[in-house]
């Protein structure tokens, strides 16, 4: 069984900055691609970033091309997001997840059935 956990949000102020933190852990393959998502208050969960396990394929939703940077560490099993320049429209609980596939996490990432507990992260305007 996968673990996901996920850490660093909060309040900040609209135009602030936060980094998250997602460690995996448990049965996992043995090279996986890691993304972060996000779910707003009434809304359904979106795809926000995805990073192949070479680092070389970086994956963004539109809305945070240019604010947002994944990044990943793959001797800690941890994938980061740092965020910058945010904006109300940001608000949302915030989730990490993998897969074999960079482009599933993109794409599949509804019919995933395991999620961690997810860190809440609140931009006031």
């Known amino acids: 069984q996968v673990q996901l956990v996920e850490s660093g949000g909060g309040l900040v102020q609209a135009g602030g900055s936060l980094r998250l933190s997602c460690a995996v852990s448990g049965r996992t393959f043995s090279r996986y691609a890691m993304g972060w998502f996000r779910q707003a208050p009434g809304k359904e969960r979106e795809f926000v970033a995805a990073?192949?396990?070479?680092?070389?394929?970086?994956y963004y939703a539109d809305s945070v091309k240019g604010r947002f940077t994944i990044s990943s560490d793959n001797a800690k099993n941890t994938v980061y997001l740092q965020m910058n320049s945010l904006k109300a429209e940001d608000t949302a609980v915030y989730y990490c997840?993998?897969?074999?596939?960079?482009?599933?996490?993109?794409?599949?990432?509804?019919?995933?059935?395991?999620w961690g507990q997810g860190t809440l992260v609140t931009v006031s305007s």
């Open positions: 997840n993998i897969d074999h596939n960079p482009d599933y996490l993109k794409t599949r990432y509804r019919a995933f059935e395991l």
């Open positions: 990073i192949s396990w070479s680092g070389e394929g970086l």
